[in-house]
């Protein structure tokens, strides 16, 4: 099957052939022609297969047609990052359209985006908080919407956005055609799929495996060890372009700063980094400025390097979606990949749980000479965050039984700082990026 087959408008073609699309990709393939006949659509597609321009092609074939200088397609989505991604796509895509898009999201000035949706344009991409001030503010008009997308939905629910979702929703017109996408189908997508779809096509591509391209390897290591056995392996290893996974924000940036101090070409990722210093990170990675890219799971979101050659788990994520969400950025396009992951005695169920989903044992690899018996340090020095400064009125700073404050803690103990065990869980999901319970996180995303 060749794109030709879709009968896109010319010009719509035009951006397929200069994006150099052969053959559409599965997803694209069982997608475009309902959304191009006005169906609405649950699409079942993890990271990589190509679902961007399976909306983005048929939402600018229908928009050549009709009047302009208004917003006639949404497209909402969880992080600054894929709002950015999808906003390039559909610029190349249709860049002899005419079609305008612009991003909408936090973290950035308002009064610029202000003026671009004054100017007109046919399309926006806009993370959730952001979405919802601009609507009251009354700078955004979605009275004239045709179609509105909802792009990895799961991702959306994580990060506590379904209240702000339910919130856009009354603002846009009933008579819609609606497009839903997400890697997995818990049951809150369920039953927000049944909220917002109307008589739907389904269509499910690979969402429980990852791609056949991609090996595995488990390397077991102490927590405190971590970090000198990802420096051995990226030595001993033939890499082109790597990303490296961490459990927290604090842990991402320092692991970036030690492989920067270890000569390597390195950029952390995370969201306490400033929209221009992230852009910048994620610019630099894919043009090859940075070698490694360390990133949370949420920062790494929408992040789409086709030539990421390997993976590295520093931690191992908390669900086996997540970690199929993250191998399924190498091995793209018929390319092999390699994912690595770091575990601990404590990640033990979590693997049998991988390993379960994926429907096959990971292999155990050890590093030839390297020391796998240095004991834990008595402190942690690597990721212990630095004492607070004693407050006034005090005679220094809190100490460890202290309810308050900030203290090294041992890594040898049971719920070290290293391994972040002795965070409770809304602690830990705070420290990720997200929120528990499902509260919305800040608007910044």
Do not use: W
Not at 159 to 174: S, T, Y
């Amino acid at each position: 099957m060749e794109f030709s087959a879709f009968n896109f408008h010319h010009n719509v073609a035009a951006g397929v052939t200069a994006a150099g699309y052969l053959e559409p990709t599965p997803i694209q393939a069982q997608a475009i022609p309902p959304v191009m006949a006005g169906r609405d659509v649950m699409g079942l597609a993890q990271t990589g297969t190509g679902k961007t321009a399976a909306f983005a092609l048929p939402i600018l074939h229908r928009l050549m047609q009709g009047e302009r200088g208004f917003v006639r397609a949404l497209v909402i989505a969880p992080t600054r990052e894929l709002a950015e991604q999808i906003h390039e796509a559909i610029t190349s895509l249709g860049r002899q359209t005419r079609l305008r898009s612009l991003t909408v999201y936090g973290g950035v000035g308002v009064n610029p985006q202000i003026e671009k949706l004054r100017r007109g344009a046919e399309i926006v991409v806009a993370c959730p908080g952001r979405l919802l001030d601009h609507i009251g503010q009354g700078t955004i008009d979605l009275s004239r919407l045709e179609v509105l997308v909802l792009d990895e939905a799961d991702q959306m629910f994580d990060m506590g956005f379904f209240p702000d979702i339910r919130r856009i929703l009354k603002h846009l017109p009933q008579k819609r055609q609606t497009l839903l996408f997400s890697a997995t189908m818990p049951d809150e997508i369920r039953r927000l799929a049944h909220e917002v779809l109307t008589d739907p096509v389904t269509v499910q591509v690979g969402t429980t495996a990852p791609a056949v391209t991609v090996s595995h390897a488990l390397y077991p290591v102490e927590q405190h060890l971590k970090t000198t056995l990802l420096l051995e392996l990226l030595q001993h290893t033939d890499t082109e372009s790597v990303l490296v996974f961490t459990r927290t924000k604090h842990r991402a940036k320092r692991v970036g700063e030690q492989l920067e101090k270890a000569g390597y070409k390195a950029a952390s990722l995370q969201g306490n980094l400033s929209q221009n210093k992230r852009q910048a990170a994620l610019d630099g990675f894919r043009d090859g400025t940075f070698q490694i890219l360390v990133a949370t799971d949420i920062a790494a979101r929408g992040i789409d390097v086709s030539q990421v050659s390997h993976v590295i788990n520093y931690d191992i994520p908390d669900t086996a979606e997540a970690y199929i969400h993250r191998i399924g950025r190498t091995g793209r396009a018929a390319r092999s990949g390699d994912a690595f992951t770091l575990v601990t005695s404590e990640d033990t169920a979590m693997v049998r749980t991988i390993e379960r989903v994926l429907n096959t044992p990971l292999e155990r690899r050890t590093v030839p000479g390297f020391d796998y018996s240095v004991p834990a340090p008595k402190k942690d020095s690597e990721f212990a965050r630095p004492p607070r400064p004693a407050m006034p009125g005090r005679k220094g700073p809190r100490q460890s039984g202290d309810k308050k404050g900030t203290v090294s803690i041992p890594a040898s103990s049971k719920g070290n700082a290293v391994n972040g065990s002795s965070q409770k869980p809304g602690q830990q999901a705070r420290a990720a990026g997200g929120r528990p319970g499902g509260k919305r996180p800040s608007r910044s995303n």
